[in-house]
């Protein structure tokens, strides 16, 4: 329901709201923090000489060639652990006893596939460009920092420390902000992601047999990150005491209508979670 | 508040991305008193939480500008690393700030204390909209940016935007309920 005048009236009143001038010592932190080298520096000008270009070409050329060969065969880590870069998006640390191939690496799709072991994300890039293919799904990047394991099998976890990570498999999605962790099984791909932090009470109940009433009992409003994909995976007759559940610890606005959200229409969820996720 | 940041050329970009400090400092120079403002009025008035919020937005610029394409908008990204700063610090501050600690002076002429005294009511009014309206609110205040543009740097949709401003303002009409009759 809008209310016009009141809406012009508290425009008027935020006018009066003045911009604050940043006080220079902003400026002198942020000098001292380049200076104490933050942002590596960029390399000093040096010219080369002419054949050195040529030499160079040659080398890029080559090299280029055996990297590539190199990016469609498989990176076994060993006892050690290995870095690559991804694209200029970022990074991944694959740990000691990985296994796993480049899929793809194009502009827009960078794609490993992790057979076994442990990797460590970091993507600063828009989403959906960097993929991770397990036995037991997809994950996709959505801009994040995340450490994701997996077995031959499919079984893993995945710990998200810095933006969100959507899970995927065969139409199933689990989306896991920062500071949530789930886990993924053979078959029947991502589990229900919940918060580190939440209580074993709740980790129990959706992490092994699913006890949708000792989840409801447990959860906090920040654990409507749970509740809002419980809804998604109880049955029919389950889904109205989630829903009212998740109404009692996060007061919903008018706007998400509870009949569509019960018949799991797409739209009401996206907006249902949209109204939760700031609390994520 | 409508008036627009200078536009940030490519050429301060690109002289940026080579770790150019003049460059930097121009780009800093036309963002920052919105970057600071809206940090400060997000934490309640505080500065000191407001400089380190800015400090990290543009330490984080910095780090990230080889990354900006150019096919978005410099402000919408600019933007979005304030709204992602400014939540995660909020995640992360466990104590509330004492408004009274944190507010300007007050002014000694009389109409200075009225002017200051509508100020800080609504100061304090944006202070206690829950955060998804506050942050809403004043990145359109700030900066008179699209639903677009505020639904990429929100991640969201325009609706959701919409519906974001439409509450946050009501709920700063009821909260400044005593200053409608001077407003009329």
């Known amino acids: 329901m809008t209310d016009p005048a009141a809406e012009r009236f508290a425009q008027s009143m935020l006018a009066e709201l003045p911009l604050v001038e940043a006080p220079e010592s902003v400026w002198r932190g942020i000098e001292a923090r380049l200076d104490a080298g933050e942002r590596p520096r960029p390399a000093p000008v040096f010219r080369w000489p002419r054949w050195a270009f040529a030499i160079a070409a040659i ?22 652990s290995q870095t690559i870069a991804i694209g200029q998006i970022g990074t991944v640390t694959i740990a000691p006893g990985t296994r796993l191939r480049v899929v793809a690496d194009r502009p827009e799709e960078h794609r490993l596939a992790l057979q076994h072991g442990e990797i460590h994300a970091r993507i600063t890039a828009p989403p959906r460009l960097f993929f991770v293919d397990t036995a037991s799904g997809t994950a996709i990047d959505l801009g994040c920092e995340y450490t994701l394991t997996a077995d031959d099998r499919g079984a893993g976890e ?62 906090r409003p920040r654990d409507t990150l749970t509740l809002w994909h419980l809804l998604q ?9 989630v829903y009212d559940r998740i109404a009692t610890l996060a007061p919903l606005p008018a706007s998400i209508d509870r009949e569509k959200v019960l018949r799991l229409d797409p739209e009401a969820l996206k907006l249902l979670k949209e109204e939760l996720a700031w609390t994520w | 508040m409508t008036n627009h940041p200078v536009q940030v050329t490519t050429e301060i970009l690109a002289a940026c991305r080579t ?21 400060l009025y997000f934490f309640h008035g505080d500065r000191a939480a407001a400089g380190d919020a800015s400090q990290q937005v543009f330490l984080k610029l910095l780090t990230q500008i080889g990354q900006f394409r150019g096919d978005a908008e410099f402000s919408t990204w600019l933007y979005r690393m304030v709204v992602n700063t400014c939540v995660d610090m909020t995640r992360r501050r466990k104590r509330t700030t004492d408004l009274s600690d944190t507010l300007p002076a007050p ?18 009014a944006v202070a206690e909209l829950p955060e998804k309206f506050r942050i809403a609110v004043l990145l359109r205040h700030f900066d008179d940016l699209s639903y677009e543009e505020m639904a990429a740097i929100l991640n969201c949709s325009a609706g959701t935007v919409a519906s974001r401003l439409s509450r946050g303002h009501r709920m700063l009409a009821v909260r400044l309920k005593k200053f409608q009759e001077r407003w009329k």
């Open chain 2, 19 to 39: 770790g150019d400090r003049d460059a930097f400092r121009s780009l800093y120079d036309t963002y920052k008193d919105r970057v600071y403002s809206i940090a």
């Open chain 1, 233 to 241: 995976r109880v049955s029919d007759t389950d889904r109205a005491p």
């Open chain 1, 59 to 80: 080398f890029a050329i080559v090299a280029a060639i055996f990297w590539r060969a190199s990016q469609r065969g498989w990176i076994d880590t060993g006892h050690s």
């Open chain 1, 158 to 219: 995945l710990h998200v420390t810095r933006g969100w990570v959507a899970f995927v498999w065969q139409g199933r999605e689990s989306l896991t902000p920062a500071g949530a962790m789930v886990r993924t099984r053979p078959v029947s791909g991502p589990g229900i992601p919940y918060f580190e932090d939440a209580s074993s009470e709740l980790k129990r109940a959706v992490d092994g047999r699913l006890d949708v009433n000792a989840a409801l009992g447990a959860a």
């Open chain 2, 107 to 124: 002014a000694r002429q009389h109409e200075e204390i009225e002017q200051r005294q509508v100020v800080d009511a609504v100061q304090a």
